[in-house]
């Protein structure tokens, strides 16, 4: 039992506005203060302190084959030393982390539940293994549907119940959480060499273009009343004059409400807000972006920020990556996958200096601070941005004008003609920043306990030293930068885990997975499953992951 | 006496016998050369007969078969016959060099040992 | 049973059929049969050769890693990913060395890929479309006799429906079992692999004109059909093989070959595998990856990992005498490490886990005998192209698990270390 005292308390999705409160927990939820005896509980004095829930990290890619591939293939990004074996693991990377050092990093910074992107169905198993391996932290995975042959069928039957039937199906064989959709047909395009160039291309092979694979998960998504919208990354990422093609695909998002949550999530954006024809002329198309996304009310974002330094591309944007290794010249990694997706990793260095690096850089800001707090997280897309721990930098730079200033003297003065990151003069506050990391991420993803401090809520808390009644965080951004670093205490479920910004307990969260198989009738897809196993190089009677591999599940069913 | 160059590698009765390293099986999988047609007339063997394999790094005494393979090549299954003359030196890789070594090849009468008495030679 | 995974080689086929009552399995291969059949095992836990209980040898098991300054854990291509993770753990906890059998087999292919990348597929991608597949320094007739009919050579797929739409070429020093099911046979020197790769990408970029007329003993028009042949595929496969990762030039042949895929990707698709032998030889590499970040010659005498092959990998450590105990674990160092090598282990306190008697054993102080994964044991393992599967447990067994002998290792060190 915890007794959390005299904390000045924020916690958006309860409309707390930096209000002095006590906080209580008991079995790792937060109760009313009458379900404890105050002098059985350890009492954490949080006077001047800021209280809010554990942080949430809607996208990142912390597990499964592209992360370990990128660690095989970069050992040098393993030399960071960040703990050495003892009461602890050891823990080691500058950007890709291990296992126990995702864990710990994110536990260090305040964060408790994190997300993994993109998992290609198929390897599951692998990713819940490492999912399993990472301490600290609730987790979950997102499978991966847009360049599915299967889900292509579906899509040029227009039969929505297969399609529905399909989705339960995958996501509980894979022990997923909801539907992710990557580059919708480019990745198939990529098996022949190509990619798809817009949302009315046909995809190689099949009588589907990708507005209507977006637009029928959509549907089905929505029929089934997943957790979860549509996790879309759109197509022609990373290319300039893309933003025509983002705003096209969130307007797809029309027509479809969810009095919950959103009902289309386009991710890190970023990557997929840029104007002009070519590199020598790209631009920013982020504030297009903000207006389309703040006119509708069923459609978030993430950001997608890049951080200078290093980075690893991996994304399941096969066709993407190939380009990115013919731009740079770095080492690629490149995983077709049987009949259901693919991949690619790619090294990655943002320079500061450098005009297309610096516009990126840019544009993550720029979207981050013209979208309505109310629907963009918080993210670095990590690897592909950058690493997770450097969230404190973008929550300061979010809030502080003066700050932003400071940085964009330092960054190619491209930025100044190509995007209009020096002419905003948005301070988002505070209490705007902890709804981005905290309860906007947690509600975008359809996760009721987390990500806020009422009652019922999973007792994952963090404590900062900052007073939010007392702090200028547009003046006083260095103090932000370092309160956010190491947060004073990180409680997961209730208990203790890190201490100012040092691990003090090691505990495994749970893996949430989605259960809709009550919703549909399995029956009118298994014949088509069957079918298509003989594409497939395994048994469809060893596909999949049971419940009892998984070290600590968590069922959530859909009725 | 003969030069070849020496290469070692997986065969399906190596494969199918290495859980069972200590049977007659295993031994016979592993304990023989194979030379192309032409080098073991040249040696003036036949099937059965035995061979010594030295190497800068070792020798060891081996049954000598005739292969499909190239004149000057000489292939042993993986196993420990073949590591008793293979180059251990890996170049900083961690990698023998298990393939591609000069070894000299001739008759002998000694005998073929069990891979006991390898291990204890060691 | 249906549906059974065999736990022999890097294919992992997982459509046997298993008779519980004749213990017979089908639709195996010659290997994966015999993996199936009953042989001899390791009766019982022995200690200096006498016969004790799994506590026993256990606590002494314990005692010898705690005593030793820097214990060598090297094996784990056959056992479950579960052991192999509390394996890291053990060395990470001991100081000690991690490192696996991929170090003598298929890591020059790693250090290619820290070169250079890995722009590959699995293997059911491979069925589907690939129209020219080519088995360079492999012979899966030999050491993965299913390979070509699942996955590569006579598989039946999406775009590519039989063998007669599928060309098979094979590179190799000699004419293999593969060779003779191939459509174009190139017989290389031994040792001229990277020079007859640079060729390729000589011609492939527009410089045919500086090749010479004979390349490693391959004519150089032979080299332009194969160019031509892999300019002309639609999806092109290279698997190569330990005739690339164990002759001269080691991972800088496998980097170039890498280089040539990168090459050919920009006017068709092609993609590149290690044909991986041990079962779970990807997931003795993959664990480690995310538990510490790297795959293989892991040294933790600093408390936390390093590495570097060319001092600790086991054959390094072992011929510098740089470890003064081993633990192994699922593999038989004495058969398959050069002599140089195996003469320190024979000085050393060695533990073994192992279903089978082997040569190891005949040198091992402490004998732990296991269970067999895929037929006495579940766990996970990791197909040669990254495919996870559960295999099965099929037969009741007095033996512990890999995973439980380690378990209990584990906890008895924790506890000798206070």
Redesign the interface.
């Known amino acids: 039992m915890l007794w959390i005292r005299n904390g000045i308390v924020i916690d958006p999705k309860n409309k707390i506005k930096a209000e002095k409160m006590d906080i209580f927990v008991k079995n790792g939820k937060i109760v009313p203060e009458g379900e404890v005896r105050r002098e059985e509980c350890r009492v954490i004095d949080a006077s001047g302190k800021l209280v809010v829930a554990g942080g949430v990290d809607m996208h990142a890619h912390i ?1 499964g ?1 592209k ?3 990128g ?5 040098e ?2 030399r960071v ?1 960040r ?4 009461k602890f ?2 823990a ?2 500058r950007v890709l982390l ?3 050092a995702i864990g710990y990093e994110y536990a260090k910074m305040g964060y408790t539940t994190s997300f993994e992107a993109a998992q290609p169905p ?5 990713t819940h ?2 999912l399993d ?1 990472i301490p600290m932290i609730d987790k979950a995975a997102l499978p991966v549907f847009g360049n599915w ?1 299967l889900v292509f069928k579906c899509i040029e039957e227009k039969n929505l119940e297969k399609l529905k039937a399909l989705i339960a199906w995958a996501i509980e064989r894979s022990k997923g959480f909801g539907v992710k959709v990557v580059n919708p047909g480019g990745v198939e395009a ?4 190509g990619n798809v160039k817009s949302l009315d291309d046909q995809v190689p092979g099949f009588n589907v273009t990708p507005r209507e694979i977006i637009t029928m998960l959509i549907k089905a998504n929505e029929e089934l009343g997943l957790p979860h919208s549509v996790h879309l990354h759109c197509n022609n990422l990373g290319v300039p004059g893309n933003f025509q093609t983002t705003i096209e695909s969130i307007k797809l998002a029309k027509g479809f409400s969810n009095s919950k949550r959103q009902v289309l999530h386009v991710t890190h954006v970023q990557f997929n807000a840029y104007a002009g024809s070519s590199w020598r002329d790209a631009a920013s198309g982020a504030a297009e972006i903000a207006k389309v996304v703040n006119s509708m009310d069923n459609v978030t974002i993430d950001m997608g920020q890049p951080i200078f330094g290093h980075a690893t591309a991996m994304t399941g944007d096969a066709p993407f990556q ?1 380009t990115l ?2 731009l740079t010249g770095a ?9 259901e997706t693919g991949a690619g ?2 090294p990655l260095v943002y320079l500061p200096n450098n005009p297309v690096h610096a516009l990126q850089w840019a544009i993550g800001l720029e979207l981050g601070l013209l979208v309505d707090s109310n629907k963009v997280a918080l993210t670095t897309d990590y690897p592909n941005g950058g690493p997770f721990t450097e969230y404190p930098y973008v929550m300061a730079m979010l809030m502080s004008r003066k700050m932003r200033e400071g940085e964009l003297s330092k960054v190619n003065a491209y930025v100044q003609k190509a995007t209009g990151l020096a002419s905003i003069d948005v301070e988002k506050t505070l209490y705007e920043i902890i709804n981005m990391t905290r309860s906007l991420p947690a509600r975008i993803l359809g996760l009721q306990n987390k990500g806020h401090l009422g009652i019922g809520a999973d007792a994952d808390i963090a404590i900062y030293n900052l007073n939010p009644l007392e702090t200028d965080t547009s003046k006083d951004f260095e103090k932000v930068y370092k309160a956010f670093k190491s947060a004073e205490y990180t409680i997961k479920s209730g208990e203790i885990i890190s201490r100012n910004g040092e691990i003090v307990k090691e505990v495994f969260g749970r893996t949430f997975w989605v259960d809709a198989r009550k919703k549909v009738d399995m029956e009118a897809v298994m014949n088509d499953i069957r079918d298509y196993f ?6 469809l ?2 596909y999949g992951v ?1 419940e009892r ?1 998984i070290k600590k599940p968590e069922r959530l069913e859909v009725v | 006496m003969l030069v070849v160059e020496l290469i070692s590698g997986r065969t399906l009765d190596q494969g199918a016998t290495v859980e069972e390293k200590l049977s007659e099986e295993y031994s016979k999988a592993v304990n023989y050369i194979e030379l192309s047609e032409e080098d073991f007339k040249s040696l003036g063997l036949k099937e059965g007969d035995r061979v010594k394999i030295s190497t800068e790094f070792g020798s060891v005494v081996v049954f000598a078969k005739k292969g499909e393979i190239p004149k000057g090549l000489a292939f042993i299954p993986m196993g420990p016959y073949a590591n008793a003359v293979i180059d251990p030196a890996t170049d900083g890789t961690g990698m023998p060099q298990f393939k591609g070594v000069m070894a000299k090849i001739e008759k002998t009468e000694e005998k073929v040992k069990t891979v006991r008495e390898l291990l204890e030679a060691i | 049973m249906e549906d059974v995974i065999c736990t022999f080689c890097g294919s992992v086929c997982d459509d046997g059929e298993f008779d519980a009552e004749k213990k017979k399995v089908k639709k195996f291969c010659r290997l994966g049969s015999a993996k199936f059949s009953e042989k001899e095992r390791i009766k019982a836990p022995m200690v200096d050769g006498k016969e004790v209980s799994y506590e026993t040898a256990i606590e002494k098991a314990a005692e010898i890693l705690v005593n030793a300054k820097k214990p060598l854990l090297y094996g784990w291509a056959s056992t479950a990913n579960e052991a192999i993770r509390l394996g890291v753990i053990l060395a990470e906890k001991l100081r000690g060395v991690y490192d696996q059998c991929a170090s003598v087999c298929h890591a020059p292919g790693t250090l290619a890929v820290i070169e250079e990348g890995l722009p590959g597929a699995t293997l059911g991608s491979v069925k589907n479309r690939a129209d020219v597949v080519v088995f360079w320094g492999s012979n899966p007739a030999e050491a993965h006799p299913r390979h070509g009919m699942r996955y590569s050579i006579s598989a039946k797929g999406l775009l590519i429906k039989d063998r007669k739409q599928r060309k098979v070429v094979v590179v190799d020093v000699r004419p293999t079992k593969t060779a003779k099911m191939a459509d174009l046979f190139i017989q290389v020197k031994p040792g001229y692999d990277y020079a007859v790769i640079s060729a390729l990408r000589a011609i492939l970029s527009g410089n045919a004109d500086v090749v010479p007329s004979d390349v490693g003993g391959v004519a150089k028009e032979k080299l332009l059909q194969l160019a031509e042949m892999m300019k002309n595929a639609k999806y092109g496969a290279i698997f190569y093989g330990l005739g690339v990762t164990q002759s001269r030039g080691r991972d800088r042949n496998v980097e170039n070959a890498i280089k040539l895929i990168q090459l050919l990707n920009r006017t068709t698709r092609w993609v590149i595998w290690p044909m991986r032998g041990h079962y779970n030889v990807v997931g003795a590499g993959e664990v480690p990856a995310w538990e510490v970040g790297y795959q293989y010659a892991i040294d933790f005498s600093r408390g936390y990992p390093r590495f570097s092959p060319a001092e600790f990998s086991a054959v390094e450590v072992l011929k510098r005498k740089d470890c003064d105990a081993a633990l192994i674990v699922a593999s038989d160092p004495a058969a398959h490490f050069p002599a140089a090598a195996v003469k320190h282990l024979k000085q050393i306190p060695v533990i073994q886990i192992d279903p089978f008697p082997n040569m190891t054993t005949l040198l091992a102080k402490v004998v732990i005998p296991s269970a067999v994964y895929g037929i006495e044991a579940e766990g996970t393992a990791y197909r040669m192209d990254g495919i996870p599967l559960r295999v099965k447990k099929i037969l009741e067994t007095s033996y512990w698990t890999d995973e439980k002998i380690l378990e209990e290792i584990l906890k008895r060190v924790e506890k000798l270390k206070g």
């Open positions: 597990a084959s992360i370990n591939t660690r095989t293939m970069r050992p990004e393993m030393v703990n050495v074996a003892g693991r050891a080691v990377g291990t296992a126990p198929i390897g599951a198993l692998h293994e490492e391996a042959h990529w098996m022949y060499g190939f290794h013919k080492r690629w990694s490149n995983k077709d996958t049987e009949v990793i790619v003989q594409y497939y190089s395994v048994q009677g060893n049971e591999w």
